[in-house]
């Protein structure tokens, strides 16, 4: 489908741009389609964007990719503004086996 999408649309800058070739879908748009969507799938908790890039973060934390990387992935100039998922994921906390567990 990617494929198709791109040899139809022919994208300059970035994968899914807005309507002007070379500028980013705007946040309005976005949230339109998010809107959408959830009321096709008859979900009706609230959601937004920012919930979703959250919980994109916090997977990725989980799943155990490195903070550096979504620290770039998420744009955040400082690692102090990534470091707050540390705080939100708890399952790898969870995993840590005390040193006294062996004794």
């Given amino acids: ?4 999408y791109y040899v139809l649309f022919k994208p300059t800058t970035y994968l899914f741009e807005g309507a002007n070739p070379g500028e ?7 949230q339109s ?5 959830l009321k096709k799938v008859a ?3 609230p959601v937004s964007l920012h919930w ?19 620290q770039e992935l998420l744009g955040h ?3 102090k503004t990534t470091e707050i998922y540390t705080h939100v994921s708890t399952k790898s906390i ?10």
């Fill in 94 to 103: 969870q995993q840590i086996k005390s040193p006294f567990d062996d004794l």
């Fill in 43 to 45: 979900i009706t908790k």
């Fill in 77 to 79: 100039q400082s690692s």
């Fill in 1 to 4: 489908m990617l494929r198709e």
């Fill in 52 to 70: 979703l890039r959250h919980s994109f973060a916090t997977h990725l934390l989980e799943s155990g990719t490195d903070l550096r990387y979504i």
């Fill in 33 to 37: 389609v998010l809107k959408q969507a």
């Fill in 24 to 30: 980013p879908y705007s946040e309005k748009s976005l």
